[in-house]
């Protein structure tokens, strides 16, 4: 039932946006070229802005006078804005046109999950698995990543997600989370990330996932189970009694809420979860369903009209514009529903 508390956060974990910073077209251009924007998504520069935008109407253009499309030069406006031109080519005429492109403001999640570094394999004289000699004390510098500055006093391993290195047999390596550096969010050089991996699991022949003490010496009690080592290990002989059970007595749950030092660990164990949803069946068809809501959105044309008046092109287009401006409110609104009705499927399953 606590599943049930916690599938809202991975819900909106799962359609949160990442952390990037490039240009895309403002609302101006959005409204007006909706398809032709949605194709284009964000880039880098202007300069490569301008050509994926034309790029997209050259693939979504259905009218057969309009030809030779080519993007143009993009001028500065202030440190977050530009317009970017390109022309095209009707009935013989050369055409100028120009789209606005504004910069995206970076979006910090407030964890992210790394590969540590490859380290030695120790073999444990308590339990005989196998561990990673390594610990999250060693991330000694923050880490920058998209734009955003994440804290190396900040790591915490989740204590199950380490595996030996593809193929070796004497080293291996643990992810871990850091957390952002609220404080002073951004940085400018990428530095210190790996993207976290799945290597081979540490102790085969028992549990694939089982990556001990955030890849440290175990604890003399952990890594093993009752029955191992006695009476044959079989776990069926020698028992005739009843198990018993001791009150721990009562637990101060708000306590643990409230801990500052558990916040990380939170923060921590949701992402974890994310992940293992966004890999499950149900997390890799929410994705699927998620792009093809988006593919479709992207996929159509509004149809318009060029009519050549003494010499002059009008263009009619103004029925795009009242779509545009409603098209995302119908979009939330049946991705909502659609959302509902796979959650319904889902729980009833």
Same mark, same amino acid.
């Given at each position: 039932?606590?599943?049930?508390?916690?599938?809202?956060?991975?819900?909106?974990?799962?359609?949160?946006?990442?952390?990037?910073?490039?240009?895309?077209?403002?609302?101006?251009?959005?409204?007006?070229?909706?398809?032709?924007?949605?194709?284009?998504?964000?880039?880098?520069?202007?300069?490569?802005?301008?050509?994926?935008?034309?790029?997209?109407?050259?693939?979504?253009?259905?009218?057969?006078?309009?030809?030779?499309?080519?993007?143009?030069?993009?001028?500065?406006?202030?440190?977050?804005?530009?317009?970017?031109?390109?022309?095209?080519?009707?009935?013989?005429?050369?055409?100028?046109?120009?789209?606005?492109?504004?910069?995206?403001?970076?979006?910090?999640? +407030?964890?992210?999950?790394?590969? !540590?570094? /490859?380290?030695?394999?120790?073999? =444990?004289?308590? @339990? %005989?698995?196998?561990?990673? #000699?390594?610990?999250?004390?060693?991330?000694?510098?923050?880490?920058?990543?998209?734009?955003?500055?994440?804290?190396?006093?900040?790591?915490?391993?989740?204590?199950?997600?380490?595996?030996?290195?593809?193929?070796?047999?004497?080293?291996?390596?643990?992810?871990?989370?850091?957390?952002?550096?609220?404080?002073?969010?951004?940085?400018?050089?990428?530095?210190?990330?790996?993207?976290?991996?799945?290597?081979?699991?540490?102790?085969?022949?028992?549990?694939?996932?089982?990556?001990?003490?955030?890849?440290?010496?175990?604890?003399?009690?952990? +890594?093993?189970?009752?029955?191992? !080592?006695? /009476?044959?290990?079989?776990?069926? =002989?020698?028992? @005739? %009694?009843?198990?018993?059970? #001791?009150?721990?007595?009562?637990?101060?749950?708000?306590?643990?809420?409230?801990?500052?030092?558990?916040?990380?660990?939170?923060?921590?164990?949701?992402?974890?979860?994310?992940?293992?949803?966004?890999?499950?069946?149900?997390?890799?068809?929410?994705?699927?369903?998620?792009?093809?809501?988006?593919?479709?959105?992207?996929?159509?044309?509004?149809?318009?009209?060029?009519?050549?008046?003494?010499?002059?092109?009008?263009?009619?287009?103004?029925?795009?514009?009242?779509?545009?401006?409603?098209?995302?409110?119908?979009?939330?609104?049946?991705?909502?529903?659609?959302?509902?009705?796979?959650?319904?499927?889902?729980?009833?399953?």
């Amino acid at each position: 039932m606590k599943f049930l508390y916690v599938l809202p956060l991975l819900f909106l974990a799962l359609f949160s946006s990442s952390a990037f910073a490039g240009w895309k077209c403002n609302t101006t251009t959005t409204a007006g070229f909706p398809s032709q924007c949605s194709r284009a998504s964000v880039k880098d520069s202007p300069e490569t802005l301008i050509t994926a935008f034309v790029d997209a109407v050259v693939a979504l253009n259905t009218n057969v006078n309009r030809k030779d499309y080519k993007a143009g030069v993009c001028t500065m406006n202030g440190s977050e804005n530009a317009i970017c031109g390109y022309s095209y080519t009707s009935f013989g005429t050369v055409t100028n046109n120009s789209i606005g492109a504004i910069k995206e403001a970076v979006v910090c999640p +407030g964890t992210i999950e790394v590969r !540590g570094p /490859d380290s030695p394999l120790i073999k =444990s004289s308590t @339990d %005989g698995k196998y561990y990673v #000699s390594w610990r999250t004390e060693s991330v000694e510098s923050d880490i920058c990543h998209n734009s955003c500055s994440y804290l190396a006093s900040s790591a915490q391993s989740t204590g199950s997600s380490c595996y030996r290195s593809s193929g070796s047999t004497s080293s291996g390596f643990c992810n871990f989370f850091v957390g952002l550096n609220s404080p002073s969010p951004s940085c400018s050089a990428e530095a210190g990330y790996t993207a976290p991996a799945v290597g081979d699991p540490l102790n085969p022949s028992t549990d694939p996932g089982d990556g001990g003490d955030d890849g440290t010496d175990p604890d003399p009690g952990d +890594g093993g189970n009752p029955g191992d !080592g006695g /009476d044959g290990g079989d776990g069926d =002989s020698g028992f @005739d %009694g009843e198990l018993s059970f #001791s009150n721990p007595g009562s637990l101060k749950a708000d306590s643990v809420l409230d801990s500052e030092v558990n916040a990380v660990h939170y923060q921590a164990f949701v992402h974890g979860m994310q992940v293992d949803l966004n890999h499950s069946g149900f997390g890799v068809a929410m994705e699927e369903f998620q792009q093809k809501i988006s593919a479709s959105n992207s996929g159509g044309t509004c149809p318009t009209a060029d009519i050549a008046i003494l010499g002059t092109i009008i263009t009619f287009d103004a029925h795009c514009v009242l779509f545009a401006e409603i098209s995302p409110i119908l979009s939330a609104v049946f991705l909502a529903a659609w959302c509902l009705v796979a959650l319904r499927v889902f729980l009833s399953a």
